[in-house]
């Protein structure tokens, strides 16, 4: 049973965070077809491997439902992040970015939570080119993030499956 989940993290995480998720929405909105957008496609998964013509008419069926949910569970993390983030803009090297914030997600958040985190790290994945680990670049920053987004996901699952909350690094 999911429970309320109390998760520690720095303000500057909480803001890339945010940022991150509303660039994940933008996505989603720009979207009209999820075949124009390869990223967007695996959001979207094909539901027979086997059956081209039952593929797309499953995919035709489901698409927008499952598109919709992401953009709900966006909005949600969006909301779960808003308290967290500063009410004016921050200089970059301002001290209060590495002061720890505490995020608060109800049960019934802690489900979108998991699956936005998990939906903008495979939308990264497929922008970066990763099919396997062999495919990571670790002098390209954005694998940084791809990293870090895996890190932050992991922590979650952690905190779910014990009692204690995952925190800042």
Known sequence: MTRELVMAITRVEALHLSQMTQQFLDLLEATTDAASDEAVARLVPDGYSDD????????RLTERELLERRHVDAQAVLEILRPTLPDQPIAPDDASLTEEVVVHASADDVGALLRTLSAIRLVLATR????????HDST???FGIYDWLGYRLDSLIAAIDSDSPPTAP
């Open 128 to 135: 970066l080119g990763i099919q396997s680990e062999d495919d």
């Open 140 to 142: 390209d920053p954005r």
């Open 52 to 59: 081209d013509d039952a593929a797309r008419e499953f995919r």
